[in-house]
């Protein structure tokens, strides 16, 4: 399976324009942080992490649903939160992620590749160049 190069990837970056106001963007880890990482650099936003596991290393699901890891240790209530992942696959995850930040003001999706408010790519699934 063919992956993108990171320049195909950092351009894509550079090319989207998001419309809307955040104060935060919230990383589902591990696969949501380095995109993370790059937004923040672009948007100028702090990344706070919400470290969910659902697959392994390989992508095979081991769990029925996603397991929260470590408790939510920043503001939620009233926040206007860009929620990152690489990809959204099935949507478990993310769905998963909003109901936890269900007290912010506004959740809105990023995804690398997937269906997401806001999305780099929406094709089969691709390996990530930064994936060692």
């Known amino acids: ?53 659902l697959r392994d290393e390989n992508n095979n699901k081991i769990f029925d649903k996603p397991q929260l890891l470590k408790e939510i240790d920043f503001p939620v209530k009233g926040k206007r939160i860009l929620l990152v992942d690489d990809r959204i696959k099935t949507g478990t995850s993310i769905e998963f992620a909003k109901e ?8 809105k999706t990023f995804a690398v590749n997937g269906t997401a408010d806001y999305a780099l790519y929406d094709e089969m699934c691709f390996p990530f160049p930064w994936k060692l």
């Open 100 to 107: 936890l930040l269900s007290e912010a003001a506004l959740v």
């Open 1 to 53: 399976m063919e992956g993108k190069s990171f320049q195909q990837v950092m351009d894509k970056f550079r090319q989207l324009i998001i419309y809307e106001e955040f104060d935060m963007i919230v990383a589902i880890a591990n696969g949501g942080i380095v995109p993370a990482g790059i937004l923040c650099r672009k948007l100028d936003l702090p990344v706070y992490m919400l470290r969910l596991h």
